[in-house]
């Protein structure tokens, strides 16, 4: 429903004090902090109506009003207006990646401290991911008696190695013949094009050696799940001081959420074009619940990473996506410098 300007302009001003109190707000605090030119009896009236809305919460009787899920998301996408980072924060940001670095994963690392200094909240970066590439070359390298090395180069010259151990009465010979087929059959195939038939093909020309074809296999399957796009946390002890985390419930939920990468990799997958922030309800998982995300992409090379600030609901809105902005033109301008 469409919101009248007054009403608007309460919703605002209880979001506002409640981020920055975490204290329920009453109709005589909106009237004496935000001169709204409307007395505090007129006040009360529109917060019941933005109660009846949904927008607005009473979180026990007599108490002033929280927003609600649909408060913060209408205050997200119609009030709120990003806060451009200071003069000093955008110092220390640029004094950050001035520093030299030794490679582009520190770039990264240093840009989830930064965040999580800045915002006050957890931050989470995954680095980029790769489009699984076509298989370039396979080989077989004898080592010792009885040992090998599986080798798989992947696009974009991505080299994967596995040791494995060798059926007896195999000679170098019968290692060039299999490294032979597996490329005449699968180079430049990626996992997903290579079909249950050419599998079948592969095990009926190298009958003998079923169990080293199967070793190759599993390291071509391996070497095309391998994420590269590991997820840097920090700032945790940030959020366990916000007032919602009291409860020692709440911070074993926490934890347990920050303690499966898998689950976070996912969340940070899902990131489309431009700032997205996800309240509550708003996600999938159950555990996350009960929290705030906002995320941007950031690229290299081609290729998409994501930061994001992870806090309570009553999260500092305008000033994360100010700063989401700002960092993630700032880390990708540093990180396109470092991969040329």
């Known amino acids: 429903m469409a919101l009248d300007e007054r009403k608007k302009k309460i919703l605002w001003a209880v979001v506002q004090d ?15 902090k935000y001169n709204l030119g409307i007395s505090p009896a007129t006040i009360r009236n529109e917060m019941a109506d933005l109660d009846e809305l949904g927008y607005l919460e009473q979180p026990y009787t007599s108490a002033g009003r929280i927003p609600s899920q649909e408060g913060y998301r209408y ?14 924060e955008k110092k220390l940001i640029n004094a950050n990646y001035q520093a030299k670095v030794k490679s582009i994963s520190e770039v990264i690392e240093r840009t989830g401290q930064l965040l999580s200094q800045l915002t006050s909240y957890a931050a ?4 980029p991911r790769s489009a699984p590439g076509a298989i370039l070359h396979v080989q077989l390298v004898a080592l010792e008696p009885g040992k090998a090395m599986v080798l798989v180069v992947t696009e974009p010259e991505r080299v994967h190695t596995r040791f494995i151990d060798l059926p007896e009465n195999i000679s170098s010979a019968d290692l060039e013949t299999i490294s032979g087929v597996l490329n005449a059959k699968i180079k430049g195939h990626k996992l997903s094009e290579i ?21 190759i296999l599993e390291l071509v399957e391996d070497s095309e799940n391998a994420e590269d796009g590991k997820i840097y946390l920090g700032g945790v002890i940030n959020v366990l001081n916000q007032p919602e985390f009291r409860s020692a419930e709440k ?9 499966r990468e898998e689950l976070l990799s996912n969340l940070l997958a899902e990131q489309e074009e ?3 922030v996800r309240i509550g309800d708003e996600f999938k998982c159950d555990i996350i619940r009960g929290c705030s ?10 290729r998409e990473g994501t930061l994001a600030v992870l806090g309570p609901s ?8 100010g700063l989401l902005e700002y960092l993630t033109r700032s880390l990708s301008q540093v990180l396109e410098k470092l991969y040329k």
């Not at 911070?251 to 303690?259: D, I, N, Q, W, Y």
């Open 195 to 215: 079909k249950i038939t050419l599998v079948r093909e592969l095990y009926l020309e190298l009958l003998r050696h079923k169990a080293v074809v199967e070793h």
């Open 18 to 32: 409640y981020i920055a109190t975490a204290e329920p707000v009453g109709s005589r605090t909106i009237a004496r």
């Open 274 to 276: 431009g700032i997205v």
């Open 251 to 259: 911070v074993k939920t926490l934890l347990s959420l920050l303690e």
């Open 314 to 321: 009553r999260m500092q809105y305008a000033r994360v996506t």
């Open 293 to 302: 995300m906002v995320s941007a992409k950031y690229m290299l090379g081609g």
């Open 124 to 127: 989470l970066v995954s680095a």
């Open 75 to 88: 205050y997200v996408d119609h009030l709120m207006q990003p806060e451009t980072p200071g003069e000093e």
